[in-house]
């Protein structure tokens, strides 16, 4: 990390059981924890531990970093230098992954994100194709935060898909795209109308408020931004007539072949 000026180091262990019997698991919560505290304490000033969870794969018995509350715990033990990162495609199928956003961000303890999208496990897909109402309910919590005198934060956005189908930087375009739509959403939530109703216990009028965010259409408003900043308004059109990927298909005709193998 020195060496390349790396400020946050990224970790997500594949380590747990298959069986019972197999290990214990307060031993191995104790070497987890001794394994960390030594890394943790070889980082500097500007430098921080981001720790990730999955709750299986590939132990599919158990796994020792398995969910939000192992890894917040594992962060408060280590201290200011560790932080928890949330992937969405880590978590049990209908978990409220706003409400641990939610509930880290009140901790400090929100590091960074992994993004991408799942229809049953960590399927590392396009982030926003199969849910995109839960990426704006995360982004809701990230803006809200955001906008809170109270709160700071220090986020990493990472984007963390396997795009074997689709072609890799069409995907990571879309992929961006679809971020700053739900951002874009978020950001025009009426703040103020939401406390007042959620004060008063106004259920249907709180939920309505977002709804009316989340159906918004806000293409023109990122084209309009991206107008602004000297940027095509279609990033996708702009790339596809742009011939980058025939400029480096030809330039890479005849090299070296690269493989999991």
């Known amino acids: 990390m020195n060496i390349t000026g790396s400020q946050d180091l990224s970790l997500w262990f594949a380590d747990g059981t298959n069986f019972p019997g197999q290990g214990d698991f307060r031993q ?44 917040y715990v594992m962060a408060k033990k280590l201290g200011n230098k560790a932080q928890v990162l949330i992937d969405l495609g880590h978590h049990p199928l209908g978990i409220n992954i706003e409400f641990i956003v939610a509930y880290l961000i009140d901790e400090n303890k929100l590091g960074g994100f992994h993004f991408n999208c799942k229809k049953f496990a960590d399927d590392d897909l396009t982030v926003g194709s199969i849910n995109p109402q839960e990426l704006f309910l995360i982004y809701n919590e990230l803006v809200a935060a955001e906008l809170d005198p109270e709160v700071e934060t220090d986020i990493a956005y990472m984007i963390d898909q396997s795009h074997n189908l689709k072609p890799k ?64 308004p279609n990033p996708l059109t702009a790339y596809r007539k742009s011939g980058y990927f025939d400029r480096i298909s030809k330039a890479r005709v005849g090299g070296e072949s690269q493989g999991w193998a």
């Open 28 to 71: 191995r919560k104790h070497w987890m924890e001794e394994a960390l505290k030594e890394i943790c304490n070889t980082l500097n000033d500007n430098q921080r531990m981001l720790i990730e969870y999955k709750f299986f794969e590939p132990g599919f018995y158990h796994t020792d970093l398995t969910d939000w509350g192992t890894a």
């Open 169 to 232: 930087v069409e995907a990571s375009i879309q992929s961006v795209c679809n971020l700053q739509t739900a951002y874009a959403k978020a950001l025009i939530v009426d703040r103020q109308s939401l406390a007042e109703t959620q004060a008063a216990g106004e259920i249907i009028d709180a939920e309505q408020i977002l709804q009316r965010a989340a159906e918004t259409d806000v293409r023109p408003l990122l084209e309009r931004v991206r107008l602004e900043m000297d940027l095509d």
